[in-house]
């Protein structure tokens, strides 16, 4: 059978939960109302559908886990259910009848679900696999079972079935029913007594002793049942009831258990327990004998000569299949004496081969080269071979007969090897080919540690009967595997801290440095870690940071001079690691001896160089503590010169922002001096304008006033780029809508346009405009917009200017138009000499720009421009 560990399911403890709080309400509820018989016929008919429900919903997540793990049980799990959907279906119309249409519920149409409920459940206790039998086994089974029906019978004839048959309580159908509810509940004595004698195969006791449960608490229920109606003293809602319920939920909790029972991957087989060896099982016929002459005897006394006739010939029966099983008994034990002496000298002819084989099998066994050791099922030593005496350090002699788990496995794995053991003598095939490892002790006190492959010890008939153990010492390689696992671990972390210093900003160099020199302590266990920079002659060096990892301070400050250390300095600038097992001794760091050393109790050192821009700048100086000296492996070497890089990219980093630093400051002076000058070419420009204004007022020729006027407003409309570029935050660019703004408005003034009541209309867009295109563009609008204010209208005459400008895809549009009395016919646009058009023209081809033109006599002009940015390469 498949089984699968992911299946869902109700727990047990949660079901028995549920179980258990109905059942316990119910009868509460039951005694409290006991009077009112309308409140106990709602409660009983309510709460009895509702059970059954339940019920059902624990026997279909069975079927589930069965059905999923193709269970051979899942045929009879389903009959089970059958049979409770069939009693929910009664009570369902027992409970219509009875508080829906207020009718008589017994006899009715319910009885068909209840009487169905007996065969299904009947059948789906048969379908459950079995255990073998021999022949004669099978036979006494039967024999029994057939005394007990007999026995059980005669009991319920004389106290049940003949005084109803001798009273005719009740009449018609429901005395009928009566009595066949009672030949019903006789009948699941059979199904009872299965359970009872032929265990279920795949079934545990716990599971059996549910369902055997259920049967009985609903058989004593029914003959209740049967006996309040027949006497008319039965009452929906009466307490005993309960019998039925706590039946209905022990089916439930049976279905329930043995669905986990398979998720957890229990054994399908059962106990070795044999149901034929219960002592009861042997007197039990004997007893029902005794019962059946007591009956008998009560019969005579009380009955008529019909019913003496019956309890006579059920006694005689009894009798009868009495004395049959004793004659089978007698043969069962003469073929089981017979067989017992075939087995005494088969046993001895064995021994004696056995023997044989074992003196060979011991030769084999003392020169293997692993350690065999033979355990029984007691957990004792039978047997070791002259390896594992080695190992152990033991005589055989002291070895044989002791108990393996308590006199040589490490107390700290006793209790764990020895519930293993167990657990693989009980269930074998969990446990198939099993391998453990397990530290001993040996003679000595050492502890090794031994990896074991199990096999199993089986006799002619396939019992085991111990444990076969073949194992390794292992110890030098579980050391060797605990370094390396250390080593690893600190490689990992070693890399995961350089990792983690690599990504960090040494924004502040002081700091940085603090956390390398503890980082750097704290991976390499060092006591004291320090970093030095040369001078710029590199005659002595100074301390930049030193932490000492007891006291978890830092200092700094220290200069050592080349003249007092001349060899250290040397080794120093010959650009190699100073490894120093013996620091006081060492050639490279003798010189600190008596002055730094001895003093701090320094003994062994690693001075790894600092180099920066290509040229040696400093030391990254370890300096070890202690009793015993440290050879310094290439992975501290390595880690420690990482260290060293780091600073070396620390003190990159602090020289690039620096650098940075001064550029950011040059290119802030660069922008002062560009609004500055932007401010004196807008001054110069005004200046420019002012003079031209001035010159014109001495100018009485009407014509060349306006030429100066119009002069004078290309220079203003250049000088107000400028102005606006010196307030942009970027010193490129300027928003052109302000741009166009003030252009506006100072040509308005100066041509009078507001008292002419020439009206704007502006639509412009928020676009930025880089200096290149601004300037020209301006030009442009003003030439257009001084033409429009010019000659657009005449004397008198209200007129209305529009300007727009926006964006038009990846370009600009922008229109500049008036309902004046249109553009000259005469004149070509394109081709004039007018200086004001030929300078549109101009500028238009600068910025690579389209103009049109759109014009009707009387109705006004309208000029469109299309461009786009003017990109130059970035200047610097």
Same mark, same amino acid.
């Given at each position: 059978?498949?089984?699968?560990?992911?299946?869902?399911?109700?727990?047990?403890?949660?079901?028995?939960?549920?179980?258990?709080?109905?059942?316990?309400?119910?009868?509460?509820?039951?005694?409290?109302?006991?009077?009112?018989?309308?409140?106990?016929?709602?409660?009983?008919?309510?709460?009895?559908?509702?059970?059954?429900?339940?019920?059902?919903?624990?026997?279909?997540?069975?079927?589930?886990?069965?059905?999923?793990?193709?269970?051979?049980?899942?045929?009879?799990?389903?009959?089970?259910?059958?049979?409770?959907?069939?009693?929910?279906?009664?009570?369902?119309?027992?409970?219509?009848?009875?508080?829906?249409?207020?009718?008589?519920?017994?006899?009715?149409?319910?009885?068909?679900?209840?009487?169905?409920?007996?065969?299904?459940?009947?059948?789906?206790?048969?379908?459950?696999?079995?255990?073998?039998?021999?022949?004669?086994?099978?036979?006494?089974?039967?024999?029994?079972?057939?005394?007990?029906?007999?026995?059980?019978?005669?009991?319920?004839?004389?106290?049940?079935?003949?005084?109803?048959?001798?009273?005719?309580?009740?009449?018609?159908?429901?005395?009928?029913?009566?009595?066949?509810?009672?030949?019903?509940?006789?009948?699941?004595?059979?199904?009872?007594?299965?359970?009872?004698?032929?265990?279920?195969?795949?079934?545990?006791?716990?599971?059996?002793?549910?369902?055997?449960?259920?049967?009985?608490?609903?058989?004593?229920?029914?003959?209740?049942?049967?006996?309040?109606?027949?006497?008319?003293?039965?009452?929906?809602?009466?307490?005993?009831?309960?019998?039925?319920?706590?039946?209905?939920?022990?089916?439930?909790?049976?279905?329930?258990?043995?669905?986990?029972?398979?998720?957890?991957?229990?054994?399908?087989?059962?106990?070795?327990?044999?149901?034929?060896?219960?002592?009861?099982?042997?007197?039990?016929?004997?007893?029902?004998?005794?019962?059946?002459?007591?009956?008998?005897?009560?019969?005579?006394?009380?009955?008529?000569?019909?019913?003496?006739?019956?309890?006579?010939?059920?006694?005689?029966?009894?009798?009868?299949?009495?004395?049959?099983?004793?004659?089978?008994?007698?043969?069962?034990?003469?073929?089981?004496?017979?067989?017992?002496?075939?087995?005494?000298?088969?046993?001895?002819?064995?021994?004696?081969?056995?023997?044989?084989?074992?003196?060979?099998?011991?030769?084999?066994?003392?020169?293997?080269?692993?350690?065999?050791?033979?355990?029984?099922?007691?957990?004792?030593?039978?047997?070791?071979?002259?390896?594992?005496?080695?190992?152990?350090?033991?005589?055989?002699?002291?070895?044989?007969?002791?108990?393996?788990?308590?006199?040589?496995?490490?107390?700290?794995?006793?209790?764990?090897?020895?519930?293993?053991?167990?657990?693989?003598?009980?269930?074998?095939?969990?446990?198939?080919?099993?391998?453990?490892?397990?530290?001993?002790?040996?003679?000595?006190?050492?502890?090794?540690?031994?990896?074991?492959?199990?096999?199993?010890?089986?006799?002619?008939?396939?019992?085991?009967?111990?444990?076969?153990?073949?194992?390794?010492?292992?110890?030098?390689?579980?050391?060797?595997?605990?370094?390396?696992?250390?080593?690893?671990?600190?490689?990992?972390?070693?890399?995961?801290?350089?990792?983690?210093?690599?990504?960090?900003?040494?924004?502040?160099?002081?700091?940085?440095?603090?956390?390398?020199?503890?980082?750097?302590?704290?991976?390499?266990?060092?006591?004291?870690?320090?970093?030095?920079?040369?001078?710029?002659?590199?005659?002595?060096?100074?301390?930049?940071?030193?932490?000492?990892?007891?006291?978890?301070?830092?200092?700094?400050?220290?200069?050592?001079?080349?003249?007092?250390?001349?060899?250290?300095?040397?080794?120093?600038?010959?650009?190699?690691?100073?490894?120093?097992?013996?620091?006081?001794?060492?050639?490279?760091?003798?010189?600190?001896?008596?002055?730094?050393?001895?003093?701090?109790?320094?003994?062994?050192?690693?001075?790894?160089?600092?180099?920066?821009?290509?040229?040696?700048?400093?030391?990254?100086?370890?300096?070890?503590?202690?009793?015993?000296?440290?050879?310094?492996?290439?992975?501290?070497?390595? %880690?420690?010169?990482? *260290?060293? $890089? &780091? #600073?070396?990219?620390?003190?990159? +980093?602090? @020289?690039?922002?620096?650098? /940075?630093? !001064?550029?950011?400051?040059?290119?802030?002076?660069?922008?002062?001096?560009?609004?500055?000058?932007?401010?004196?070419?807008?001054?110069?420009?005004?200046?420019?304008?002012?003079?031209?204004?001035?010159?014109?007022?001495?100018?009485?020729?009407?014509?060349?006033?306006?030429?100066?006027?119009?002069?004078?407003?290309?220079?203003?409309?250049?000088?107000?780029?400028?102005?606006?570029?010196?307030?942009?935050?970027?010193?490129?660019?300027?928003? %052109?809508?302000?741009? *166009?703004? $003030? &252009? #506006?408005?100072?040509?308005?003034? +100066?041509? @009078?346009?507001?008292?002419? /009541?020439? !009206?704007?209309?502006?639509?412009?867009?928020?676009?930025?405009?880089?200096?290149?295109?601004?300037?020209?563009?301006?030009?442009?609008?003003?030439?257009?917009?001084?033409?429009?204010?010019?000659?657009?209208?005449?004397?008198?005459?209200?007129?209305?200017?529009?300007?727009?400008?926006?964006?038009?895809?990846?370009?600009?549009?922008?229109?500049?138009?008036?309902?004046?009395?249109?553009?000259?016919?005469?004149?070509?646009?394109?081709?004039?000499?007018?200086?004001?058009?030929?300078?549109?023209?101009?500028?238009?081809?600068?910025?690579?720009?389209?103009?049109?033109? /759109?014009?009707?006599?009387?109705?006004?002009?309208?000029?469109?421009?299309?461009?786009?940015?003017?990109?130059?390469?970035?200047?610097?």
């Amino acid at each position: 059978m498949e089984k699968n560990p992911k299946i869902r399911l109700i727990s047990l403890r949660n079901a028995t939960i549920i179980s258990a709080v109905f059942t316990v309400v119910y009868l509460m509820l039951t005694l409290i109302f006991l009077g009112n018989q309308e409140f106990l016929t709602v409660l009983s008919n309510t709460i009895s559908p509702l059970v059954n429900l339940i019920v059902i919903i624990f026997l279909i997540l069975t079927l589930r886990v069965l059905k999923t793990c193709k269970s051979s049980e899942y045929t009879a799990w389903l009959f089970l259910t059958l049979a409770q959907f069939s009693y929910l279906v009664g009570d369902v119309i027992w409970s219509i009848l009875e508080m829906g249409l207020r009718t008589e519920p017994f006899p009715s149409i319910a009885d068909v679900g209840y009487i169905l409920y007996y065969p299904l459940f009947a059948i789906g206790i048969f379908m459950l696999p079995r255990l073998s039998q021999n022949t004669d086994r099978n036979y006494k089974t039967v024999l029994d079972m057939a005394i007990i029906l007999i026995a059980s019978g005669m009991f319920f004839w004389t106290f049940l079935i003949m005084p109803t048959l001798e009273t005719k309580t009740g009449e018609g159908l429901g005395l009928y029913l009566s009595i066949l509810y009672i030949m019903l509940d006789f009948a699941l004595l059979f199904p009872l007594l299965d359970l009872i004698f032929n265990r279920i195969k795949s079934l545990k006791d716990s599971v059996l002793l549910l369902l055997a449960a259920s049967i009985v608490a609903q058989l004593f229920t029914d003959i209740w049942f049967v006996q309040q109606t027949i006497s008319g003293n039965y009452f929906s809602g009466n307490p005993m009831e309960t019998g039925w319920m706590i039946g209905y939920f022990l089916l439930g909790l049976a279905g329930i258990m043995r669905a986990n029972e398979i998720i957890s991957h229990e054994k399908e087989a059962t106990t070795s327990r044999d149901p034929h060896k219960f002592s009861y099982n042997i007197y039990l016929p004997y007893l029902l004998v005794i019962l059946s002459y007591l009956l008998l005897i009560v019969g005579y006394k009380n009955y008529s000569d019909m019913n003496l006739m019956v309890l006579e010939t059920g006694v005689g029966l009894t009798i009868l299949l009495v004395v049959i099983r004793q004659l089978l008994s007698l043969k069962e034990n003469q073929t089981l004496y017979l067989n017992a002496q075939q087995e005494i000298i088969k046993r001895k002819k064995t021994e004696k081969k056995l023997k044989r084989e074992r003196d060979r099998a011991q030769s084999y066994f003392n020169i293997s080269g692993v350690i065999l050791l033979v355990l029984d099922l007691k957990g004792c030593v039978k047997l070791v071979n002259k390896k594992g005496c080695q190992v152990l350090g033991y005589p055989k002699e002291e070895i044989i007969g002791k108990d393996w788990f308590s006199t040589f496995v490490a107390p700290e794995e006793r209790e764990d090897a020895k519930s293993i053991f167990t657990k693989s003598i009980q269930n074998p095939k969990d446990y198939k080919n099993m391998q453990t490892e397990t530290n001993i002790i040996n003679r000595e006190g050492e502890k090794r540690t031994i990896s074991w492959q199990h096999t199993f010890l089986k006799n002619e008939n396939k019992e085991i009967v111990g444990t076969l153990s073949s194992g390794e010492d292992v110890t030098l390689r579980k050391i060797r595997e605990k370094k390396l696992n250390e080593k690893t671990k600190s490689t990992i972390r070693r890399q995961d801290v350089l990792l983690q210093l690599t990504r960090e900003e040494a924004n502040d160099l002081e700091h940085a440095f603090k956390t390398l020199v503890e980082y750097d302590s704290d991976i390499l266990d060092v006591e004291r870690v320090s970093i030095w920079f040369f001078n710029d002659d590199k005659t002595e060096i100074v301390c930049r940071d030193l932490y000492q990892k007891s006291t978890k301070t830092h200092d700094k400050g220290f200069i050592l001079k080349a003249l007092d250390y001349p060899q250290y300095f040397k080794a120093i600038k010959n650009s190699h690691n100073i490894a120093a097992y013996d620091a006081i001794n060492d050639p490279n760091t003798f010189e600190f001896a008596e002055s730094y050393l001895k003093p701090l109790g320094i003994i062994s050192m690693l001075d790894v160089p600092i180099w920066f821009k290509g040229e040696l700048y400093g030391v990254l100086c370890h300096e070890h503590v202690g009793d015993r000296k440290r050879k310094w492996s290439f992975e501290d070497q390595d %880690f420690a010169g990482a *260290i060293a $890089n &780091l #600073v070396s990219r620390y003190l990159e +980093s602090e @020289n690039r922002r620096q650098a /940075e630093k !001064k550029i950011i400051q040059s290119l802030n002076e660069k922008e002062v001096l560009l609004r500055e000058i932007h401010h004196r070419v807008k001054n110069n420009m005004q200046v420019i304008s002012s003079l031209l204004n001035l010159q014109s007022r001495s100018i009485e020729n009407e014509s060349v006033r306006d030429v100066f006027k119009e002069s004078q407003n290309r220079v203003r409309s250049m000088s107000m780029v400028h102005e606006l570029l010196y307030r942009s935050p970027d010193l490129a660019s300027i928003y %052109f809508k302000d741009y *166009i703004r $003030n &252009l #506006v408005n100072t040509l308005f003034q +100066s041509y @009078n346009a507001h008292n002419r /009541e020439i !009206k704007l209309k502006a639509d412009i867009e928020d676009i930025k405009m880089g200096i290149d295109t601004a300037i020209p563009l301006g030009l442009i609008m003003n030439e257009l917009l001084t033409n429009s204010l010019n000659h657009a209208f005449q004397e008198g005459q209200n007129g209305e200017i529009k300007i727009s400008a926006k964006l038009e895809g990846d370009g600009y549009l922008v229109t500049i138009s008036d309902n004046g009395v249109g553009f000259p016919d005469d004149i070509d646009f394109y081709q004039t000499r007018s200086l004001g058009l030929q300078l549109v023209n101009t500028l238009v081809d600068q910025i690579k720009g389209d103009i049109k033109l /759109e014009t009707e006599h009387g109705k006004g002009t309208k000029f469109e421009l299309r461009f786009k940015e003017v990109k130059y390469k970035a200047r610097i």
